[in-house]
């Protein structure tokens, strides 16, 4: 199975901070990567598709990158709403995998 | 809109079966993949199956093969997961989620999700 690493785990930040949350796969995705976020107690929601193609609806301040094994997703100035936990996936391979998560946090 | 309601989860012995569901609404359900994803208590996802859109493709996690089984009902636009042989480690939230593209095939991108139920495993 494909092992997806996101760091940081965690994070604190203030609304209006630039956060950038990097995912590692442990072999190569070409661009098969998407990423989503999940606030407390809701269901996730699909942001980036194909490393960087933002969904219907997504706010352009977040933006995705990378290729192969080293992807990104980039809030450019974080709001209120975008305190939560994101998630990266491959979809390269099944089985379908996850990374654990990078938590956002309010400073 | 795309809705998502799953439903059947509960608390449930070890070595017992369960049936969950997934009724879907506002698309054209027999021309997406469906699947399943679920959510430890205060853990990461975890994707547990998935079906195509007639039916004659499904995958499932090696941490369920043999005791899962993902199946669909096309004319009434539900999805299904049988569990059996409950461990405590398959307590979770149970999440159905609907593949993006409208091709009936399984490519790993969830573009909508349900609510998800919970399905706790304990004596």
């Known amino acids: 199975d494909i092992q997806m690493t996101q760091s940081p785990s965690s994070l604190s930040a203030s609304v209006g901070d630039r956060v950038t949350i990097t995912c590692r796969a442990s072999q190569s995705l070409t661009r098969y990567l998407n990423w989503y976020q999940q606030q407390p107690g809701k269901a996730p929601k699909v942001l980036i598709l194909a490393a960087s193609r933002l969904q219907t609806g997504v706010p352009s301040r977040f933006s995705g990158g990378g290729s192969g094994t080293d992807f990104s997703l980039t809030i450019s100035s974080l709001q209120p709403e975008d305190f939560a936990t994101y998630y990266c996936q491959q979809s390269y391979l099944t089985p379908w995998t996850f990374g654990r998560g990078t938590t956002v946090e309010i400073k | 809109q795309v809705q998502l309601v799953e439903s059947g989860g509960g608390v449930v012995q070890p070595g017992r079966s369960l049936r969950l569901s997934c009724a879907a609404s506002?698309?054209?359900?027999?021309?997406?993949?469906l699947h399943w994803v679920r959510q430890a208590p205060g853990k990461g996802l975890e994707w547990v199956a998935v079906?195509?859109?007639?039916?004659?493709?499904?995958y499932h996690a090696d941490s369920v093969r043999g005791r899962f089984t993902v199946s669909r009902d096309n004319s009434k636009n539900t999805l299904f997961l049988q569990m059996n042989s409950l461990r405590p480690d398959d307590t979770a939230v149970y999440y159905c989620?609907?593949?993006?593209?409208?091709?009936?095939?399984?490519?790993?991108?969830?573009?909508?999700w349900g609510q998800g139920t919970l399905v706790t495993v304990s004596s």
């Open positions: 506002g698309f054209s359900f027999s021309d997406y993949a």
């Open positions: 989620a609907r593949e993006v593209a409208p091709d009936g095939y399984n490519h790993g991108d969830f573009g909508y």
């Open positions: 079906l195509s859109s007639d039916g004659s493709v499904k």
